[in-house]
């Protein structure tokens, strides 16, 4: 008795120094964002006439009564200016939309910061997403009816950029474009993968932003089974929106295909104006910021510019290999090029691709994204090696959903940062349950430009189950760095109606996101497999049905097939 007592004490204390502990660096990333954008402001030339900042305050009311808290930065001395504007669920970031107002007014700016309804000072309830689109459209139409705005722009990353997606394609007329960073209109691609669940992602914010502290611990959340009574269980009261994501799980569920999500993924391609977007080849919200921008009506794609940097979902550099010296990972000189443009001297953009181009530590600018494929190599897996033709035998590994492979180099993270990005790998077969595949050191540069799909021959015992690669360019010294890797199951990758029966031969496909990587002649390329990589993707239980439902694990004994059906595709763009 006395020892469980003091069991859950000592439980309690770990999990309130894990709470703290997550304070301490939520706080220490805001004050080196604020250091950031101040250093990034004050390397920017300008010889313009330079204004003070006149501030105000007001209680904005929606259609419905609810009143929002507005704040409006003027710059002294002009009766009309160009006006900024943002929405933010987000006011914990306070000291950054001051640091904003102050700069954008410096330069003859206006600046409007909104929070959303039901956070910070704003009235009303707080549910994510589904009230942007009328609360956006209302504080639009108020800002366009205001003397003293000549002309608007709309920017925000993540939330902020959702918040002007939400309305891109019904802003008044003074809205002459928009700078969206670091978010998608792919709703259903943010929060799946081959019906994988981004954990890291949603189950992270969804503790964040749950409208009440929340202090269970993050992995013990994931972990938890069945998913879908955690919120009741760990997190002190339902979610509705939450238990929504974590049942819709294929793309043609109604969750998707209707209401908000379904309108949010058809506003790219019903806006007008010219929009910036900008994302990373290792922000989770890529995959689905490269959909929206391939859903651009091809009269605004015209317009628009694209630009793919190499950073996290916080602007933060993450490669592991060396310094890199062209990264351009801030945003401000971004914002004040494309508004100067826009507002200032009021001219349309000419449509502009850009990407970082990794490995080469320089910036391309190309016709198009995705970029035209010069050719298409294979290398087909060996019993260790990556090779020109195909080879017969198989490899196997048991996987163990209780023990899962942690995820380090990621794409898809959020709430473990500090896993995104080109890390340094363990050796090869470093664990049983992940097997590698190498090829020879590459005489010339292999140039990498699009997706990378690996094609897996594939056969278990159990009724479905979940394949994971990683591929990774090793140094000529051994080290070895991730390029891309990605996740998929036997179910997403049957025919629609079909299900798997145990010890057949499955062909499965891991897509991975893009990536414009160049392998430098003397390294060599790595591929491992393996069937998890937790917490970026919910641990598959090795049984077939909705994830977040199922109550146990099992053990599932995989087994690789060689030859002609198991390869990696490498689209390569070659000047």
Same mark, same amino acid.
């Given at each position: 008795?006395?020892? &469980? ?21 939520? +706080? ?34 929606? =259609?419905?009564?609810?009143?929002? #808290? ?18 933010? /669920? ?16 410096? &330069? ?74 670091? #978010?998608?209109?792919? &709703? ?29 611990? #993050? ?23 939450? =238990? ?10 109604? @969750?998707?295909? =209707? ?33 929206? @921008? ?28 060396? %310094? ?27 449509k502009r691709v850009r990407t970082y181009v990794m ?20 290398? @087909? ?15 196997? $590994?048991?996987?163990?959903? +209780?023990?899962?492979? !942690? ?11 500090a896993e995104a990005g080109s890390l340094l790998q363990? %050796? ?38 979940? $394949? ?52 430098? !002649?003397?390294? /060599? ?8 990589? $937790?917490? =970026? ?11 977040? %439902? ?26």
């Open positions: 008795m006395r020892t &469980r007592k003091g069991g859950k004490i000592n439980d309690r204390g770990r999990k309130k120094a894990a709470a703290e502990q997550k304070q301490r660096e939520m +706080e220490e990333m805001m004050r080196q964002a604020q250091e950031s954008y101040r250093q990034e402001y004050a390397s920017m030339p300008y010889d313009g006439p330079v204004y003070g900042c006149r501030r105000e305050e007001l209680m904005l009311p929606m =259609q419905d009564g609810v009143k929002l #808290y507005t704040e409006i930065f003027k710059p002294e001395g002009l009766a009309q200016f160009p006006v900024l504007i943002q929405r933010s /669920c987000y006011p914990n970031q306070q000291p950054l939309y001051e640091i904003n107002g102050a700069e954008l007014t410096r &330069r003859g700016y206006g600046y409007v910061i909104q929070t959303c309804r039901g956070t910070g000072k704003s009235e009303g309830h707080w549910e994510p997403n589904v009230n942007e689109r009328p609360d956006g459209r209302d504080t639009l139409q108020w800002l366009n009816d205001q003397p003293w705005a000549e002309s608007i722009g709309y920017f925000g990353a993540s939330y902020l950029a959702l918040t002007g997606w939400a309305i891109a394609d019904i802003v008044p007329p003074k809205v002459k474009g928009m700078m969206l960073t670091v #978010y998608g209109t792919d &709703r259903f691609k943010s929060a799946y993968e081959k019906g994988l669940f981004r954990h890291d992602v949603l189950t992270g914010w969804a503790m964040q932003n749950a409208g009440h502290p929340v202090t269970a611990d #993050y992995l013990e959340s994931c972990r938890f089974r069945p998913h879908d009574k955690v919120d009741e269980a760990l997190w002190g009261g339902k979610l509705d929106w939450y =238990q929504d994501w974590i049942h819709a799980t294929r793309r043609t569920d109604a @969750y998707w295909q =209707q209401g908000w999500w379904k309108l949010l993924a058809d506003v790219p391609g019903n806006t007008k104006v010219p929009v910036y977007i900008i994302d990373a080849w290792y922000d989770h919200h890529f995959g689905s910021a490269i959909n929206t @921008y391939a859903s651009l009506a091809p009269e605004t794609k015209e317009h628009s510019w694209l630009d793919i940097g190499c950073w996290n979902h916080m602007s933060q550099p993450c490669i592991a290999w060396g %310094e890199q010296h062209n990264l351009e990972n801030g945003d401000a000189h971004r914002l004040l090029e494309w508004f100067d443009l826009l507002l200032k001297q009021k001219k349309q953009p000419e490995r080469e530590d320089r910036w391309k600018t190309l016709e198009a994204w995705p970029a035209p494929v010069s050719r298409t190599e294979k290398l @087909y897996l060996g019993e260790t090696t990556l090779n020109a033709e195909p080879a017969e035998g198989e490899r196997t $590994f048991v996987y163990d959903p +209780e023990n899962p492979v !942690p995820s380090h180099g990621a794409e898809s993270v959020l709430t473990t940062i363990p %050796e090869p077969d470093y664990r049983p349950d992940v097997v590698s595949f190498v090829s020879a050191p590459l005489e010339k540069a292999l140039p990498i430009c699009g997706q990378i799909k690996v094609h897996l021959n594939v056969s278990t015992d159990v009724d479905d189950t979940a $394949f994971t690669a990683k591929l990774m360019e090793v140094f000529p010294d051994g080290r070895a760095y991730n390029i891309r890797g990605g996740i998929t199951t036997i179910a997403a990758d049957l025919p629609e109606g079909q299900t798997y029966t145990p010890g057949q031969t499955a062909k499965v496909c891991v897509e991975m996101w893009d990536m414009n990587w160049t392998v430098q !002649p003397g390294s /060599c390329l790595r591929l491992d497999v393996s069937s998890s990589d $937790f917490p =970026q993707y919910a641990v598959h239980s090795n049984y077939a049905g909705v994830w977040s %439902e199922q109550e146990k694990t099992r053990i599932a004994h995989q087994k690789i097939l060689l030859g002609e059906g198991s390869f990696v595709e490498l689209p390569l763009h070659e000047n």
